[in-house]
């Protein structure tokens, strides 16, 4: 993810900024957004996505760009609540049960026609090797059927 600022507009002692984020996928899929990031928070003002982004994509790529930007604003983690991390939901469950919760977010993206990797990536939050090993354990641990059928 890249990060910079577009431009920024002061009026009375308010500051808003917008900035240009863009998203590159190791399997060629693009993302780029202009944000604004103002004292309301954040809102995208423009998104472009190849291949298109739907609804809940585009409220999982606002969690996702949120924190860059707060930095790249120079607002940073300190606007956080205390005790709380930079991610704007919750941590995903480790061992079993998380690697479950996986297998149900795959096969409900292969039923619905979505991408499974990106939906384990907007689930979890994290990146997308991070997803596919979690995929990985998953399918290890019998919660998914084996990659390639074994002669």
């Known amino acids: 993810m890249s990060v910079w600022p577009a431009w920024e507009v002061q009026e009375g002692g308010v500051s808003t900024s917008w900035f240009d984020v863009r998203l590159e996928f190791g399997d060629g899929a693009r993302v780029h957004v202009l944000a604004v990031v103002c004292e309301g ?7 472009r996505a190849q291949p ?3 609804l809940d ?8 760009i949120e924190g860059p930007l707060a930095e790249a604003a120079g607002v940073g983690p300190a606007t956080a609540p205390e005790g709380t991390s930079r991610r704007a939901r ?9 690697r479950w919760l996986v297998a149900q977010e795959y096969r409900a993206a292969q039923e619905g026609g979505v991408d499974p990797v990106l939906a384990v990536m907007c689930a979890t939050g994290h990146s997308r090797r991070k997803s596919l ?10 919660y998914l059927t084996p990659r390639h059928a074994r002669r």
Do not use: F, K, Y
Request: proline letters at 8%.
């Open 57 to 64: 994509d585009l409220a999982t790529l606002a969690d996702w």
């Open 41 to 47: 928070g954040v809102s995208l003002e423009d998104v």
């Open 133 to 142: 090993r979690l995929i990985a354990q998953a399918r290890d641990a019998g």
């Open 90 to 98: 919750p941590p995903w469950p480790r061992g079993t049960e998380g």
């Open 52 to 54: 298109a982004l739907s």
